[in-house]
């Protein structure tokens, strides 16, 4: 049973950092593509960030320059360093998995980021 676990949401002021981690597991041939969404009630979601198996990052243009996403994959683990943070990243952030070969994707119970102003 694939199951996705995350950890280190909070809240912080404007400006500020955390890290989010997520930790895989259930998958005897690892992930494939792992990423993280983000999603504020009442508004559209946002895939905040994903990376394949063999490192390649992509970034939706309103983090930029501020996240970074990185994975080890010996541990199954994704993690999302957020710098620079903003009010408007404020949101539930749900880590991503998907198995070697599949399109439809595993998901984390989500992790709240509140960032105050």
């Known amino acids: 049973q694939v199951q996705l676990v995350e950890s280190g949401g909070g809240s912080v002021q404007a400006g500020g950092s955390l890290r989010l981690s997520c930790v895989a597991s259930?998958?005897?041939?690892?992930?494939?593509?792992m990423g993280w969404y983000r999603q504020v009630p009442g508004k559209q979601g946002d895939l905040v960030a994903t990376i394949t198996l063999y490192g390649v990052a992509t970034y939706v243009d309103s983090v930029k320059g501020r996240f970074t996403i990185s994975r080890d994959n010996a541990k199954n683990m994704v993690a999302l360093q957020m710098n620079s943070l903003k009010p408007e990243d404020t949101a539930v952030y749900y880590c991503n998995a998907r198995l070697p070969g599949w399109v439809t994707p595993y998901w984390g119970q989500g992790t709240q980021v509140t960032v105050s102003s």
């Open positions: 259930g998958s005897a041939n690892g992930f494939a593509t």
